[in-house]
């Protein structure tokens, strides 16, 4: 719901398609490019397609099967399937209106975009209507908590950033930072949110929603991304450190997040803006406005090891890239036998195995799992799962409880050579309508699968 000019809440409406696949590589999906983005093979640091829709902000579902783009200059948000890099769909806003940035909820329920009337819609994606949330003046940058709680939201004009309850969406605090807010990023704990300000980066503690540290040194940042491990922080240096002119070069400040310092100084293309790192922490990738590049970082050394040019020249509309921009690590093979029952006080009962891709780790313990069976989905915050020993060996993961009014147990056990099973049921479950095949995915971190299941 939104008011309008005579004050009154009104529907937002919109039209969403979407489908279902299995994911097949690990992308990252460059927007911007001049009315279109890029899809780079993060293997081999090559284009693979490019696809028109001028975009700004983006995100990506948990599963990495659809990413999400915001087309800033004409109300339109694309939905595209990552399988086969087409549009499957798109959400048009019916207000006078533009989105920015992006975020969507670990189970792939909602989608937060900041837009240019100082709100945030919040879109179901499954019913396809809008609720609208007032925030601050000039809203940027969007960020969800890996446990789906909180939605912090960067507010550019005023230098605030609004916190959402996702079980109200309302606002629950608005935290004063520095200049200009653009970029917001939250560790995979979800103890720290980073924000990107013009000359500076705010630490905000997620318990109190208060700010615990301001870091210096930073030029005009624009995006910034947190490594896996919480150890450090890349922050694109938009603009030049008064702020104010646009460098004909550009650079990545890396902050240590022990010390709350900068800890090095990465040159990259000019203007680099969008900024995500691969799910395994190894690689930082940054898209740089004006040179029409994406420049890969060895996090490992701190240096550019390739560049990637995704454009013919400089211009304005160049790559941009703002938001989660990289694909979750696919599982190598994901298999899954699934007992359903379709009504409205209904359970299901999976049994799937999985293969990690070769370079991929998983932690349930310290990491966050998403679970989806047809129109059910649950993300299970980190520190959930109790560790399984057998003998002096890691044997699995175990989870029992009831989350959100489901009965829900989850045994996840390795088997060997990057191979897992996950038994999954939960109970009571809406399923009312539910036919055979169902969609499942299980997502652990930024590794992830998707298939079909018969029952």
């Known amino acids: 719901m939104r008011k309008n000019l ?35 093979n993060t293997a081999t640091d090559t284009v693979m397609t490019t696809q028109r829709g001028l975009a700004f902000g983006m995100t990506l579902a948990a599963d990495g099967s659809k990413v999400y783009t915001a087309d800033h200059q004409h109300g339109i948000i694309y939905v595209t399937d990552t399988a086969t890099t087409t549009s499957t769909g798109l959400i048009t806003v019916f207000a006078f209106a533009d989105p920015w940035g992006l975020a969507v909820m670990p189970d792939g329920s909602k989608l937060y975009a900041a837009m240019s009337d100082n709100t945030v819609s919040v879109i179901d994606t499954a019913a396809r209507f809008f609720a609208s949330i007032p925030v601050g003046a000039g809203p ?31 606002v629950s605090a608005t935290i004063p930072v520095g200049s200009s807010p653009w970029g917001v990023a939250v560790t995979l704990d979800g103890s720290r949110v980073y924000v990107a300000n013009h000359g500076t980066v705010s630490v905000i503690d997620t318990s109190s929603d208060a700010v615990i540290s301001t870091i210096s040194g930073i030029g005009g940042a624009a995006g910034l991304a947190v490594t896996p491990d919480g150890s450090a922080v890349y922050v694109a240096n938009f603009q030049a450190s008064d702020g104010l002119s646009f460098p004909l070069s550009g650079a990545v400040s890396v902050i240590n997040t022990a010390t709350n310092t900068v800890s090095a100084t990465i040159p990259v293309g000019a203007g680099p803006f969008g900024v995500d790192v691969t799910p395994n922490g190894s690689r930082v990738y940054v898209a740089s406005q004006y040179s029409n590049t994406v420049s890969v970082i060895n996090t490992a ?113 390795p088997l060997g050579g990057g191979a897992y099973q996950v038994k999954a049921s939960g109970t009571p479950v809406n399923f009312t309508g539910v036919t055979s095949p169902a969609t499942v995915s299980i997502s652990i971190h930024r590794n992830a699968g998707i298939t079909q299941a018969a029952f």
């Open 6 to 40: 005579n004050g009154i809440f009104t529907l937002r409406t919109c039209t969403l398609l979407l489908t279902a696949h299995t994911l097949v590589a690990q992308n990252a999906y460059i927007t911007g490019n001049a009315g279109a983005f890029s899809v780079v």
């Open 301 to 413: 050394t701190n240096t550019v090891i390739d560049t990637v040019t995704t454009g013919s020249g400089p211009s304005f509309f160049g790559p941009i890239a703002f938001g989660l921009f990289i694909q979750p690590l696919p599982f190598s093979s994901f298999n899954t036998k699934l007992s359903l029952v379709p009504a409205s006080s209904g359970r299901f009962d999976l049994n799937s195995t999985l293969v990690l891709s070769p370079s991929a780790s998983i932690d349930p313990v310290t990491e966050p799992l998403t679970l989806s069976v047809g129109p059910y989905g649950v993300t299970i915050p980190a520190g959930s799962f109790q560790p399984v020993k057998n003998g002096s060996k890691q044997g699995g993961w175990n989870l029992s409880g009831n989350i959100g009014g489901v009965n829900l147990a989850i045994q996840i056990a």
């Open 140 to 170: 940027k940058g969007v960020a969800v908590t890996p446990d789906g709680s909180k939605v912090y939201v960067t507010n550019s004009v005023d230098g605030t950033v609004s916190v959402i309850n996702t079980a109200t969406n309302t």
